[in-house]
């Protein structure tokens, strides 16, 4: 007897735990199933999931990037301070642009051409591009942006739907043909799976990795600005604490920690999963601590489930030979 392909598949179960969320977050609120608070549900974790979306590239690599929420918070700081000296604003949006991908570059310079653990280079980042944030605004709040600026996160661009949402959607698509259906995305998972066999196989592994984190960086950044541009406003300690929420997406998708597997379906699934978790928690008025552990419980959940469930697969497929 052996188990269906589909019941060994992890996307399977986050397909079951999302319909159980969603089911009980439908009969515990009236509001849930409107299109308001659908919209609501994804908008306001938009600027995390877009970032999600290139760390799954990162995680898959065999890399991490844990200063993805502090180059978010530091291009915020880079556009507002640049705006308030006087700089035009879209000159201002294309400075904070480019000083993530120089932090992404950065990174990656550390990581592929010195040979740095990322964790250790990305977790120094998370402090140092937090701290650049910081220096720049000190502890005041910067605000009086454009009008058009604060509409990009604020306004509806078609339907409902506001830019942030409609950037998600290309994106996820985009990076879906990269990962699955490129050579890049093969590259990807082939260094992910064996650093040294893809080295020796001549992949120019140092400029994939490079070229990862800068993406990483500019992402990051990006997100950064709509975030600023959502709340028409901007602090230093803007998207603190972010990097959780992100690694925690990625990896109860199925992407595994140490790299070479994992798919953009699972990644999608996840995302709803956490998205609807969140929203009916906050519905429910559960306090934000305890949405915060809620998802700490889960990104163990995300690292210890797979390996357990491999175990018991080996098990299973022991007893039957």
């Not at 065999?62 to 000159?91: K, N, Q, R, T």
């Not at 120019?204 to 406003?233: N, P, W």
Request: net charge positive; charged share 10%; with cysteine.
């Amino acid at each position: 007897m052996t188990l269906p392909v589909g019941l060994r598949r992890w996307e399977t179960l986050l397909l079951a735990m999302l319909a159980v969320i969603a089911c009980l977050n439908a009969a515990d609120s009236p509001f849930y199933l409107g299109v308001g608070n659908i919209v609501n549900l994804f908008q306001l974790e938009i600027e995390k999931i877009i970032v999600a979306l290139i760390m799954t590239l990162i995680i898959i690599n065999g890399e991490i990037d844990l200063s993805v929420a502090s180059i978010m918070g530091l291009a915020s700081c880079v556009a507002a301070y640049l705006f308030h000296v006087g700089w035009p604003m879209p000159l201002a949006l294309l400075a904070a642009l480019a000083s993530g991908a120089l932090a992404g570059a950065f990174n990656g310079f550390w990581v592929a051409y010195v040979g740095l653990p990322s964790l250790a280079v990305t977790l120094a980042g998370l402090i140092g591009y937090r701290g650049i944030a910081r220096i720049l605004v000190e502890d005041r709040a910067y605000g009086g942006f454009p009008d058009w600026f604060n509409a990009l996160g604020q306004q509806p661009l078609i339907g409902p739907l506001t830019l942030s949402i409609v950037i998600f959607v290309v994106m996820f698509a985009a990076m879906a043909v990269i990962l699955h259906g490129s050579a890049l995305g093969r590259l990807v998972y082939v260094m992910g799976n064996n650093l040294a066999a893809a080295r020796y196989s001549g992949v120019r592994v140092k400029r994939v990795k490079l070229l990862l984190f800068v993406a990483s960086g500019t992402i990051s950044a990006l997100a950064g600005l709509l975030y600023a541009a959502r709340l028409g406003s901007v602090r230093g300690d803007m998207a603190m604490g972010f990097e959780l929420d992100i690694i925690t997406i990625v990896l109860l998708g199925g992407v595994s920690i140490f790299g070479g597997s994992g798919n953009l379906v699972g990644v999608g699934l996840s995302i709803l999963v956490i998205l609807n978790l969140r929203n009916g928690m906050g519905l429910a008025d559960i306090t934000g601590n305890t949405q915060t552990s809620v998802i700490g419980a889960l990104l163990i959940l995300s690292v210890l489930a797979p390996n357990v469930a491999q175990m018991l697969h080996t098990k299973w497929k022991g007893r039957e030979t």
